[in-house]
């Protein structure tokens, strides 16, 4: 007789781990006055997308269920006429591949390797850590002195992205606020919503450092929608705990400056006394309508617009941004976007793209709701995922409206569209699974129907071509043939 001792199957590691991966390269520094060109989570991205790849092959089943194909598929039906079309071949192809990556490859990569809700809110939390890590080191820039240039002095908080990405270090923090005040708001255990809320009021203090005007008002744009869509009496609590977070940000010590504070002021000035980064932003979107009006269907073509800017900008519009600091020279940056993603689309693809592009994050966002609606109606239990996806699109929505794609940055709006493509999607659509070694249903999977009974531990699924048991039948009797 021999002793045969238990042996356990190692835990399975998370298939999104990948896309955490792309998250965590986000933490590395940039090299000061680097102009761009493809960084470190630049090139865990294309590998993700390729290890996503093979591993589809490798488990020969479909991709994408139909419905996801269509949505995440369709900007390329305004990315190849502009591409074709470009100024050079080169800017073309180059156009063609960041805005693949950025809308399509990633996000659908991201999509198949959430396999259910514990992924999601895995890759919520990674958002959460690296605003953390990105917002110490703006703090650290501001406190010592050491930060991008602004009003002549070294203040402005941008993490280890530099001047390079003078707004990467507010979008990553603004994405983590938005995940943790989704989490926060959630029927999570009261240990993880703690923790949330801890690290929402702990981010909003370099966020605030950041300067960013554009993110400011996404994010409070956002928060808003948060609370109204988490129901009445989470938004009271919230709200409060929001508005004294505010009272201390503006009031509290090192922090409510007059340099902040006229920053905020600014914003209520855009309309009547602009200063001269609102003027360059007024003329170039005025300038990105001009060429759609020159050629409204498919636009001026892909990395079109610095080719076309001067020839439909007014007089009004500098010859560029100074930055300088966080380790940089000083140096003139010029304007080579409008700083608006849906004017972008519209001078380079035309309407076709606008349209392709827009209404793909239009449908996501419908999606994204009635999933929440019917998270909602089942109790609650996963509204925080609902909550942070529909969050992190509504964000980036708004922030689409001063800002578009560029940066090392960028990639991680790439992840933001995959996690919230998965729960519009996918994970909206389905029951949570309540055993821990159950497996989500796949995109193409149907559910079960509300009278069905699971099968229990010992049961033998039915072959193909299996008869079910009448409704009368005993419990252990073999269905006939």
Not at 83 to 94: D, E, F, N, R
Not at 198 to 216: E, H, Q
Request: charged letters at 15%; a positive charge.
């Amino acid at each position: 007789m021999t002793l045969a001792l238990p042996i356990r199957r190692p835990a399975r590691l998370s298939p999104v781990l990948p896309a955490a991966a792309v998250v965590a390269a986000l933490a590395l520094p940039v090299a000061p006055g680097a102009d761009g060109g493809a960084g470190p989570a630049d090139v865990v991205s294309a590998l993700v997308v390729v290890c996503c790849a093979i591993r589809l092959l490798r488990a020969r089943r479909r991709p994408l269920a139909p419905a996801a194909a269509v949505v995440l598929g369709l900007p390329v039906a305004g990315l190849v006429p502009a591409a074709l079309h470009a100024a050079s071949a080169g800017a073309g192809i180059t156009g063609l591949g960041r805005y693949l990556q950025v809308f399509v490859l990633v996000p659908a990569a991201v999509l198949l390797l959430i396999r259910g809700r514990a992924d999601l809110r895995l890759l919520a939390w990674s958002f959460v850590a690296l605003a953390g890590w990105q917002g110490a080191v703006g703090v650290h820039q501001y406190v010592t002195g050491t930060g991008a240039s602004y009003q002549g002095e070294d203040v402005r908080a941008v993490g280890t992205f530099g001047t390079a990405d003078v707004m990467g270090m507010a979008t990553v923090v603004s994405f983590g606020l938005v995940c943790a005040v989704g989490l926060a708001l959630g029927h999570t255990s009261a240990r993880e919503r703690t923790a949330a809320v801890a690290c929402a009021l702990a981010l909003t203090v370099p966020l605030a450092l950041s300067f960013s005007r554009g993110a400011w008002i996404a994010t409070a744009v956002t928060l808003v929608v948060q609370l109204v869509l988490s129901g009445p009496r989470r938004a009271l609590t919230a709200g409060a705990v929001v508005v004294a977070a505010g009272v201390v940000l503006a009031g509290g010590p090192g922090v409510g400056t007059a340099m902040l504070q006229e920053r905020i002021d600014s914003i209520a000035r855009v309309a009547d006394a602009p200063d001269q980064s609102v003027t360059d932003r007024y003329t170039m979107w005025a300038a990105a309508a001009d060429m759609w009006r020159d050629r409204p269907l498919t636009g001026v073509g892909l990395k079109g617009f610095p080719e076309y800017r001067d020839a439909h900008a007014s007089l009004a519009l500098s010859s560029g941004s100074d930055t300088g600091g966080a380790g940089a020279a000083f140096r003139r940056q010029p304007l080579l976007s409008p700083h608006n993603m849906y004017l972008l689309v519209l001078a380079e693809q035309g309407l076709i793209g606008l349209l392709c592009l827009a209404g793909g994050w239009l449908a996501l966002l419908v999606c994204a709701l009635r999933g929440l609606r019917r998270t909602r109606a089942l109790g609650g239990r996963d509204l925080d995922c609902a909550l942070v996806a529909c969050g992190l699109l509504v964000w980036q929505l708004v922030d689409f409206g001063y800002a578009d794609i560029g940066g090392p940055s960028t990639v991680l709006t790439a992840v933001c569209f995959g996690l919230v493509a998965w729960w519009a999607l996918v994970g909206g659509d389905r029951p949570a699974c309540d055993e821990p070694g159950d497996v989500p249903a796949g995109p193409g999977d149907v559910p079960a129907g509300p009278g069905d009974v699971p099968a229990g531990p010992g049961d033998v699924p039915a072959g193909r071509g299996d008869v079910p048991a009448g409704r009368g039948a005993v419990p252990g009797e073999v269905a006939p043939r």
